[in-house]
């Protein structure tokens, strides 16, 4: 499972709330205001994928 933004669905205006969700920090922001995925960080344990309020996050 790897886990991809939906860039439809994200509105990306706004400071990604799943940043300080992510329990190992593989969610930042960038410059476009997309969260991006460290996937050499990512552990995938859906947590972002289950909080996304926008249902931007998918697995």
Known sequence: MMIAV??????HDHVCPLIRLCPVGAITQGSDGYP????DKCIECGKCVRSCPKK????
């Open 6 to 11: 939906n860039r439809k669905l994200c509105p």
């Open 36 to 39: 991006v995925i460290d996937h």
């Open 56 to 59: 931007a996050m998918e697995s």
